[in-house]
DNA sequence: CGTAAAAATGCTGCATACAAAATGCAAAAG
DNA sequence: CTTTTGCATTTTGTATGCAGCATTTTTACG
């Protein structure tokens, strides 16, 4: 699905950023969404939008096909997109896919993890302790993201990676409007301890467990936020 | 990816083709490439192929888009789309995550499967049994597409249908040509006989790992076919 | 006054038109 | 003879225009 990784560094001296308009947009609109700027279930007025955005309908149209094949964008014939809306059920299920998902990345990673690997998410974690510690939500939130996407590139499975990515996306407007309490956010904190230490000593096994449960808790921590 | 569901019975008395080219068009091109008709790396010339379809440009680039979400083409800026080649790590990637998947579908299908899911599931494989007995190729391909299909549509999980769909959509070109040989074929059978029997019982750990076992042979048996 | 038909409005879906970028080719320079 | 540079052609990217369907408003009739 077009590996939505962060835009990391862009190419010191690589070729200058040419036509990225199509990108940018579908960007942008995920963004939009992730971030409630458009409501589940409101329509996505073409000209509207264009406007807005300062484009003709025609990228745009093609921007709103792609993100209905992402899933977070509903099409219904001659009468546009509207953003998906997601039952709590469609939730369970997802985080129910991801969990199985992320226990396989675990092992997987656990495999094929360089030195350097481990250390990057250690680094993440480390950021990520430090968020929690001065309780910036938003910074922790996008460097918990950012920790389940390593491990995912690290497993160095390009279909594991894709649909994950997938997935997540779906699912991070709601982690994004969820805030969980302190005893629930502590928990999931106590977690990634685990599971940091799993990884550093690369046992897949237990990595993949805690994932596992993380993923499983994670239920309990957003489905009053539906 | 939008739940690539087969054409099954479109409603007999239904509402009377709404306007549904956009879906045609979709269906139409991943049918061209899972064919081989477009064949893997070649460009897909919008203005050729617009002509060859009858349609314009605009209709088309939009579901170049959509397959492109889907993870079917490549687009490269200003250059266009090309048919997206999978290189033999790809595939076994992808058969990684499917065997997960469709682990976790067995599971959950022998919780919620009814007597009348399980009778489907049993006609579908029967039919496929016949096929398999007079050799035809394409009729037990899709049954067995059909079979997959229909044990993840039991699970009564919408995340877990869509992912599948997608990979196996992805899967479908390399199986489609891939001619397994009398041995393989028949050791496929059998694990299939295996299958519908656990199901039956709503053996969810025996149908779990069963399904798991034909994935990890899949690639032994698609793997010359890269 | 309420309901239903009909006109009007707005939006989507598709095609066409135009602009910008890439590719191929040929000619000129080294 | 090889390489480079400029031009022509092809192809992609974006905008606009028009037709058809949906929805809403208006109007006529019970």
Same mark, same amino acid.
């Given at each position: 699905?077009?590996?939505? @990784? /962060?835009?990391? /560094?862009?190419?010191?001296?690589?070729?200058?950023?040419?036509?990225?308009? &199509?990108?940018?947009?579908?960007? #942008? @609109? #995920?963004?939009?969404?992730?971030?409630?700027? @458009?409501a589940p279930g409101s329509r996505m007025h073409e000209s509207q939008l264009g406007e807005q955005l300062g484009v003709s309908r025609t990228p745009l149209r093609e921007a709103i096909k792609y993100l209905a094949s992402e899933g977070l964008v509903e099409l219904i014939p001659s009468r546009g997109a509207i953003v998906k809306r997601f039952s709590g059920k469609d939730v369970h299920d997802m985080l129910i896919v991801l969990k199985n998902l992320e226990e396989l990345a675990g092992s997987l990673a656990c495999e094929t993890a360089t030195d350097d690997d481990i250390a990057r998410v250690r680094q993440l974690h480390d950021e990520m302790r430090a968020c929690y510690d001065v309780k910036d939500r938003l910074r922790y939130y996008? @460097?918990?993201?950012?920790? &389940?996407?390593e491990i995912c590139r690290i497993a160095d499975n390009q279909a594991l990676s894709s649909v994950q990515a997938q997935l997540q996306s779906r699912l991070k407007r709601i982690r994004f409007i969820g805030h969980e309490g302190p005893d629930k956010w502590s928990a999931a904190m106590a977690e990634h301890e685990e599971m940091i230490v799993a990884l550093e000593a690369r046992d897949g096994e237990t990595l993949s467990k805690v994932l596992g449960l993380h993923l499983l808790n994670a239920w309990q921590r957003v489905k009053d936020a539906i």
């Open positions: 699905m077009s590996d939505t @990784l /962060p835009e990391l /560094p862009v190419s010191p001296s690589g070729p200058i950023r040419r036509t990225a308009l &199509h990108d940018t947009l579908v960007t #942008r @609109l #995920r963004d939009m969404i992730i971030e409630g700027e @458009l996008k @460097l918990n993201q950012a920790i &389940h996407t």
